[in-house]
Structures are given as structure tokens and as C-alpha cells.
């Protein structure tokens, strides 16, 4: 993404803050994500990385800081103001309600109705039915509860849910931490294919080859705070993994 | 889709018997006949039972049938909102009490304020009671709603506080006094033999009611036809639109043929100046009201849970809440209106229990709220959150219901009786965890 300065960039998250309990979980943290672009997020387990993407998602209010959307400052308090904006979130936990059926989770929130307004079932039924088969063709519960699913059969349903709705903006939290080999190759080629068609990703993951391969830039952070972002061709993965552990960049402290 | 599994979607290769073959042709859910048989173990049961003691069946009459629809009218239409509450993972302790405090307000409305200014016996005083007896019911069951979500109380805790708070409003309100007697409109709403609708009337519920089934299978052949869903094969349609109606006509001749009771009969005739024929005159009671308002508002809320974004709601929430709250849902905005709902029901309850009563006590729905929480939970509504039907829960309350009358009426004492309904309650729960398991 040799250009992308060139653009306004998709996402800009400016100096965000927020505290659980007198814990700083996100502490000034800046990032910015430009069209067609995948942007890593790193760091240990409790670095922040979840919360910060939640504060995107809608799920957290910061309690300071701005996000930017297309170059213009938006208010994003909650879910529904986020999907708004055209940014979808797959969640590490996925976030599906187990008791309902694929095209229930799929349209949770955004139900298609009829004329009289009840719930369109067999309309959504045939929707999801479309999307799972360019997803995950061998998905064919779709009347069963998920929970009766797969792992990877209820990430397909989660990964489908951020698909179907042309999100502009997409995060995903750790998409291929339940899934096989086959199945991970499968989202690496989604993450692929959604990005050149100009979707902003920030993905969070912690294999670091995978980020490596998937990302433009990396951003790691630790306790809270930002180490530093990295284009991905600028770095290796031991200086990652040394910016995770150690929390500083080698490169950067020798030069 | 948001109820038990259903027995379809089998791997076809596994050798299936005729039976099963037959339950996934019709698409019937096992657990619906489960209960159904289960209810025809009791009726059938109690009433050999009294036949062999008394040398009288008493259970299997319209007379005993046709009562058993009324008493079950009051806890039917509680449990339908209880099954909203349940499901969402909250529990609601208080609609016994809420139940006699809405009893004593009506009362109070109908009987000592409105014929002051409307004259007594003025037709707009039933109307303006009952609507009135709701709000009061919806207003608490929203401020219970809103302790739970807004100010993070427990539901158990705001509903046990609220279960001595309204039994101890309505004492205060009515001074303990009993309120009669209602307006004789009112008093309709709770059945008896001038509230039904008599022959005429319940066939053309019953007509309505076929031509309701038949349209429900037409329709859902064309909607599965236009989106490519496989079809039940037509034999099936078939049986189950015979079902349908062969229940729904078998329900009209069975009200229909439980006679006025004689006096009444007289009483009426002398009236109407009608001359009783030699060998009696018979009025058919047909449906009675309260029952049709229990079918009113199982249909109604069938709807609300399966046809509308809210039902949907109230099911996502139910089974993942973080998941609900992350797709947007305001769940503490739906849990206001969930209990709501439930306190608009049981303001409607109450009408339905003090119009068959003809006063207003303030014991009135005592222990309701257990009999209601079983209901829901004997109907498989599951206490984990996520899982009841509304059908179920009103079949619940006729199981209950139906051990009540059984044991009344082979003459079981209110201490055995205790007992018997409470080891149901428990037994129930323990079949459904069964159930549950064998179908996973």
C-alpha cells in the first residue's frame, strides 16, 4: 500500500483512553487504518487490543479520545451507531446466540421483514442460504441451533454476518484462533479477497507468521499502550516478538 | 427454529422406523405430544380412578371439562408472559400479588369511584375497569423492569420484594375489606353461563378456527415452494389439517353439549317469557369468555415471539446477552418492556379472576406465582434461558390445573394435594432435562 497516504484514510482512532476501575486499559493509544488496507493488532493477552477494537465496535464508550470515520469525527456509543458507519466486528467469543438458527445470529439486530412487519424467515433463510455457499460451501445446517454447530461452522456464520452487510470498516478479533488448518486457509483467502476489494481490517491475532503474511502494518501493544506500528516489510518477526515481549522495537532503539 | 430441536434433519442413511418416519413427515414436535399425552394420562386417570371409587367418573364429563377451561383461563394467561420472562433468564415472584392489588384497584374503580359519576350500571364502566385494571397491572411490571435493568437489582430479589409490597398494598388500599359485587358486564369476563357464547357462537370460533388451520398449511406450502425449502410430503398436510380441525371441532362439540345448568335455565326462560318445552329446555354454554381471552392472547403472543423482531429479541437475549447487547439490541430497554408485558397480562388476569369470583379480595392470586412459574417451566421453558413456547406453557397450566380438579374431585385433602402438585413440578423438570439430553 505504497499510496495509501495519498487517501484519507478509513479509520483514525486519536489518543483513546479508557480505564476499567482504575486500570488504564487503553492508555493514549493512536491508530489509523486506510482503504485495502490490514492493519495487525499484536500484543499479550490483557495488552488491550480487544478492548481498544470494542471501543470501535460500539461494545465500550472511551473515556477519551476521538475516532475519525472517512475524515470526518464520529459519535460511536453504541452497536448500532457502529454498524452505521459500515463497520462490522467479528468477536473472539463470536458473539451468536447458541438457542437461534444461522440466518437468526446472521441478522440479529437487522431482521428483514415483510410488508406487515413480522420477521421474514424464509427470506432470510434463503439469504444466508446464498452467502454460506460462497463462504463455506459445505455448510448445510442451517435450520439447527448453533450450537450444534462446529467451530468452524459457527465462525463461517460469525465471518458471514460481517460479510453480508458491505461493512466498509472490518475487525476481527483472533477469526482463525478456532479453526483447522483447511479452515484458516479459507479465512486467510476471505481476509485476501475482502481487502482488495478496499475494505480497512484490523485484525488481532497472536501468530505472528500469519500477520506477517496477511498484514500491511502491524501495531503492538502492551499494557495498554502503543509500542509502535510497523510496515510489515520493514520488520521481522523476531523484532515483533521483541516489541511483544520486551515491549520496545530493537531496530528503532539501535538506530 | 428457536424451539426444541426438532426430530428432522437426520442422517438419512440411519434405518428410521415408521414412527419416526411419521414424526419427521408431519414435522410434530415430540415434545408437544409428550405433553399431550401426558394430559390424557391424568384426565384418563383420575377419572377411573373415581369411577373405581365412587362408582362415578367425574373427570371426563363437559360439565368438569368445561370448568377446567375456566380455572385454567386465569394461570394460562399468566404463564404465556412468564415464558418471556423465563426465557430472558429472569424470574418474576410478584404477579400472585400484582394480580390482588390490580383486583382490589378495579375493584375500587368499578364498585366506589366510576358509578359515582357515571350512575351504576353504566355500560362504559366494565371498559374503563378493565382497561384501568391493565395499566395498573403494565405500570408495576415496568417499574419492576426497571429496577432490574436500570438500577441492576436482581429480578429474584425486586419480585420478592414486590410480591409482600402489592399484597400489602392491596390490603391497605381496600382497608382488607372484599369488594362486591363487580358490574355485571365484568362479571362476564370471568365465564359462567350468560359469559359464553353459547352454540352459535362457538362454531363460528370453531369455523374460524379451521379455516385459520387450513390457510396456515396453504400458505406455508406456497412460502416454502417460492424459497426452494422442501415440502412435508401431502399426505402429511393432509393429517395435520384433519388434526387441526378434528381437535378444534371435537373442542366446539364438547362446550356445546355442557347444558345450562336447570334453574338458570329457568330463571331465563321465565325472563324471556320462552315456554320450556316438556322434557327441558338445553342451552348450550359453548365457549366461555375467559377462555377465549386465553386463546386470544396464546395466539397473539405466539405471534409476538415468533413472527416479530421482539419475540426474536427476547430469544437471542435469552440464549447469549453479551451477543444481543453486541448486535445492538437495547436488552435493558427490552427488559422493561418484558416486564411489562407480564404486568399487563396479569392485570388481565385479574379481571378474568375477579369477574369469575364477582368481588375483589386482596388474597385474591395468592400463590398464583408458583402455580404460573410451573406452568411455564412444566410447558418447557427453560430456566437457563433461551428455550419455552407459548403453547407449551398453557398446556403447562391445564396439567396443573388438571391434578388440581383430579384431586378435588376423587377427594385427595388440600395437604395431599400440596404435595402431589410440587412432586409434579419436580418430577416435570427432571423428564425435560431427560428430554433434553436424548435429543442433543
Excluded at chain 1, 39 to 49: D, F, I, R, S, T
Excluded at chain 2, 13 to 34: H, I, P, Q, W, Y
Excluded at chain 2, 119 to 133: D, K, R
Aim: one cysteine or more; a neutral charge; charged letters at 15%.
Amino acid at each position: 500500500m505504497s499510496n495509501s497516504e495519498q487517501k484519507t484514510p478509513l479509520v483514525v482512532l486519536r489518543n483513546i483512553s479508557i480505564s476499567f476501575g482504575g486500570i488504564k486499559a487503553v492508555d493514549d493509544v493512536s491508530l489509523d487504518l486506510y482503504p485495502g488496507e490490514v492493519v495487525g493488532l499484536l500484543g499479550h493477552n490483557g495488552a488491550g487490543k480487544s478492548t481498544l477494537i470494542k471501543i470501535l465496535s460500539g461494545a465500550y464508550e472511551a473515556d477519551s479520545g476521538e475516532i475519525w470515520i472517512n475524515g470526518e469525527k464520529a459519535e460511536i456509543n453504541s452497536p448500532r451507531d457502529a454498524r452505521d458507519y459500515n463497520i462490522e466486528t467479528i468477536y473472539q467469543t463470536l458473539a451468536l446466540a447458541d438457542n437461534l438458527d444461522a440466518a437468526s445470529n446472521l441478522f440479529l439486530g437487522r431482521e428483514l421483514v415483510s410488508r406487515l412487519g413480522t420477521v421474514d424467515d424464509a427470506r432470510m433463510e434463503a439469504e444466508t442460504r446464498k452467502i454460506m455457499a460462497r463462504l463455506n460451501p459445505n455448510f448445510k445446517k442451517l435450520k439447527e441451533p448453533v450450537s450444534a454447530l462446529s467451530g468452524g461452522q459457527r465462525q463461517s456464520v460469525a465471518i458471514a454476518r460481517a460479510v453480508y452487510f458491505n461493512a466498509k470498516i472490518l475487525i476481527m478479533d483472533e477469526p482463525t484462533a478456532a479453526l483447522g488448518v483447511h479452515e484458516t486457509a479459507m479465512v486467510a483467502d476471505l481476509i485476501k479477497e475482502l481487502k482488495a476489494q478496499g475494505l480497512g481490517i484490523f485484525l488481532i491475532s497472536h501468530d505472528t507468521r500469519e500477520m506477517m503474511e496477511l498484514c500491511d502494518r502491524v501495531s503492538v501493544m502492551k499494557n495498554g499502550q502503543l509500542v509502535g506500528t510497523e510496515r510489515v516489510e520493514d520488520v521481522t518477526e523476531d523484532d515483533i516478538l521483541s516489541m511483544i515481549i520486551l515491549g520496545k522495537n530493537p531496530k528503532r532503539e539501535a538506530a | 427454529m428457536t424451539q426444541t430441536p426438532s426430530s428432522s434433519g437426520q442422517s438419512p442413511k440411519r434405518r428410521e422406523s415408521a414412527v419416526s418416519r411419521f414424526l419427521n413427515a408431519t414435522e410434530l414436535d415430540t415434545r408437544l405430544l409428550g405433553m399431550v399425552a401426558a394430559l390424557a394420562m391424568i384426565w384418563i386417570g383420575f377419572h377411573f380412578f373415581g369411577l373405581f371409587k365412587t362408582g362415578f367418573g367425574a373427570f371426563l364429563t363437559p360439565r368438569n371439562l368445561w370448568n377446567l377451561s375456566v380455572q385454567t383461563a386465569s394461570i394460562g394467561i399468566m404463564a404465556t408472559g412468564m415464558v418471556l420472562v423465563i426465557v430472558t433468564r429472569n424470574i418474576d415472584l410478584s404477579v400472585g400479588s400484582i394480580l390482588g392489588f390490580c383486583a382490589i384497584a378495579m375493584g375500587m374503580m368499578q364498585v366506589h369511584i366510576l358509578p359515582q359519576y357515571l350512575g351504576l350500571g353504566h355500560p362504559a364502566i366494565w371498559i374503563i375497569t378493565v382497561i384501568f385494571g391493565m395499566a395498573v397491572g403494565t405500570v408495576i411490571g415496568a417499574l419492576h423492569g426497571w429496577l432490574i435493568a436500570y438500577l441492576a437489582i436482581p429480578a429474584f430479589i425486586v419480585t420478592l420484594g414486590g410480591l409482600l409490597v402489592w399484597r400489602g398494598a392491596a390490603f391497605l388500599v381496600a382497608r382488607g375489606e372484599t369488594i362486591s359485587p363487580v358490574d355485571s358486564t365484568f362479571a362476564l369476563l370471568g365465564g359462567g353461563p350468560y359469559g359464553a357464547v353459547g352454540a352459535m357462537g362457538s362454531w363460528i370460533v370453531g369455523l374460524i378456527g379451521c379455516a385459520a388451520v387450513i390457510y396456515m398449511i396453504i400458505a406455508g406450502r406456497r412460502k416454502r415452494k417460492t424459497f426452494g425449502i422442501p415440502q412435508r410430503p401431502v399426505w402429511a398436510e393432509y393429517f395435520l389439517s384433519a388434526l387441526g380441525c378434528g381437535v378444534i371441532v371435537g373442542a366446539v362439540l364438547l362446550v356445546n353439549s355442557y347444558y345450562w345448568p336447570r334453574g338458570i335455565v329457568r330463571a331465563y326462560a321465565a325472563e324471556n317469557n320462552i315456554e320450556i318445552p316438556e322434557g327441558g329446555l338445553f342451552i348450550s354454554h359453548g365457549f366461555a369468555i375467559p377462555v377465549l381471552i386465553l386463546l386470544g392472547v396464546g395466539i397473539g403472543m405466539t405471534i409476538l415471539m415468533n413472527r416479530t423482531r421482539f419475540g426474536r429479541y427476547v430469544f437471542a437475549i435469552g440464549g447469549n446477552p453479551e451477543a444481543a447487547k453486541l448486535a445492538g439490541i437495547n436488552t435493558r430497554w427490552m427488559t422493561v418492556k418484558i416486564f411489562a408485558l407480564m404486568g399487563l397480562l396479569t392485570g388481565l388476569s385479574s379481571v378474568v379472576a375477579s369477574a369469575r369470583l364477582g368481588s375483589a379480595t386482596n388474597a385474591l392470586g395468592t400463590l398464583d406465582e408458583l402455580y404460573v412459574i410451573a406452568a411455564a417451566v412444566i410447558g418447557g421453558t427453560s430456566l437457563a434461558g433461551g428455550v419455552g413456547t407459548i403453547y407449551g406453557a398453557i398446556l403447562g397450566a391445564f396439567v396443573m390445573q388438571s391434578l388440581q380438579t383430579g384431586m378435588v374431585l376423587v377427594g385427595f385433602d388440600a395437604a395431599m394435594q400440596q404435595i402431589v402438585v410440587g412432586s409434579v413440578l419436580v418430577l416435570a423438570v427432571y423428564l425435560d432435562n431427560q428430554y433434553r439430553r436424548a435429543s442433543k
